[in-house]
């Protein structure tokens, strides 16, 4: 099974509103990563948080991280049309592989 | 600074054909090279990845093979594709640490 799981599957919003996801994992982690794909292409990297780390913020993207509870949360704030696309969470375990989750679909409303 | 390319874009093959798909990496030096597989919907699941030259690691067992012949040429292979082999292949390329993966254009392949 995945090591990284998403929650939601699948998210509307309306512009302007936040988007939280949620990513749940199961062993040590070195690190954890958010990716982004929109629809047919390749995934890009969002935004990495160290396991000795606790939260991190780029522009309006907000990731926090709990090792106690093996869970993070991706936070989008101000929607906008153009962020709707899947996001992935991947857990890195200090070998030469990520883990990723099965994602969340956003679908941003204008 | 780093670009990754793969080709085809898209390719339709019926079954039992052969299959090469190919990747390559400019700009870095002895990157790590993975290949994944993401059916309609779904997550990635990884299927080959390489640490040097001539050097891979398969993930799940199955009709498919990788080769890295060149340090930045990284190519997934099949002698008789199946139905099942149907869908959107990813190459991706990091450095060893922290492993932020940078990821090309994806290939779908449609297996009739």
């Known amino acids: 099974s995945q090591q990284g799981e998403e929650d939601p599957q699948a998210l509307s919003i309306q512009e302007g509103e936040n988007a939280t996801m949620n990513c749940s994992y199961k062993t040590s982690i070195n690190n954890l990563q958010w990716y982004r794909q929109n629809s047919g292409r390749g995934l890009v990297h969002l935004i990495l948080?160290?396991?000795?780390?606790r939260e991190k913020h780029s522009g309006r993207l907000r990731v926090t991280l709990d090792t106690s509870k093996k869970s993070s949360s991706l936070l989008i704030t101000a929607s906008r049309a153009a962020d709707t696309a899947s996001y992935f969470c991947a857990t890195d375990d200090s070998s030469y592989k990520l883990i990723f989750g099965s994602g969340t679909r956003l679908l941003v409303r204008p | 600074s780093q670009t990754i390319h793969q080709w085809p874009a898209t390719l339709v093959q019926p079954v039992g054909s052969p299959l090469s798909l190919e990747c390559t990496v400019e700009?870095?030096?002895?990157?790590?090279l993975y290949w994944y597989r993401q059916a309609a919907g779904r997550g990635l699941q990884l299927l080959f990845y390489s640490v040097g030259i001539g050097q891979i690691s398969s993930e799940v067992p199955q009709n498919l093979s990788a080769s890295r012949p060149q340090d930045r040429q990284f190519i997934l292979s099949s002698k008789k594709l199946l139905l099942s082999d149907s869908g959107f292949y990813l190459c991706a390329w990091s450095v060893r640490a922290p492993n932020e993966q940078f990821f090309g254009p994806g290939t779908r392949l449609t297996v009739l």
């Open positions: 948080i160290r396991s000795n780390e």
């Open positions: 700009g870095t030096s002895n990157p790590n």
